[in-house]
Nanobody, 124 residues
Framework: VQLQASGGGLVQSGDSLRLSCAAS????????MGWFRQAPGKEREFVAG????????YYADSVKGRFTISRDNAKNTVYLQMNSLKPEDTAVYYC??????????????????WGQGTLVTVSS
């Protein structure tokens, strides 16, 4: 699976942004998809994840209620809708994929495929 993340940019605090991750491969709908982020000088951290069917989602506490992950298996794409953005959301955002039926995979080492990252900058 090859992943291509897009949609990052420079926004102001309180704004919204939607990230997309397009996947190649015919088995996209069998993969668990996750979004991670990495701020300068910090480790990569889990943001949100979604099961292959879209029926189960999981969020980091820091984004719960503000971010929404979704997927369109017909388009081989997963999305991250980010609302009420804060300066502390500034980071490079990565999408990732792995097989499996669990409701959540939160560690980077649990994922097999990674996109190249898209930068989100939130100014105060």
């Amino acid at each position: 699976v090859q992943l291509q993340a897009s949609g990052g940019g420079l926004v102001q605090s309180g704004d919204s942004l939607r990230l997309s991750c397009a996947a190649s491969g015919r088995t996209f709908n069998s993969y668990y998809m996750g979004w991670f982020r990495q701020a300068p000088g910090k480790e990569r951290e889990f943001v949100a994840g979604i099961r292959w069917s879209g029926s189960g989602t999981y969020y980091a506490d820091s984004v719960k209620g503000r971010f929404t992950i979704s997927r369109d298996n017909a388009k081989n794409t997963v999305y991250l809708q980010m609302n009420s953005l804060k300066p502390e959301d500034t980071a490079v955002y990565y999408c990732a994929a792995r097989s499996g039926s669990s409701y959540y995979y939160v560690r980077t080492e649990q994922y097999d495929f990674w996109g190249q990252g898209t930068l989100v900058t939130v100014s105060s």
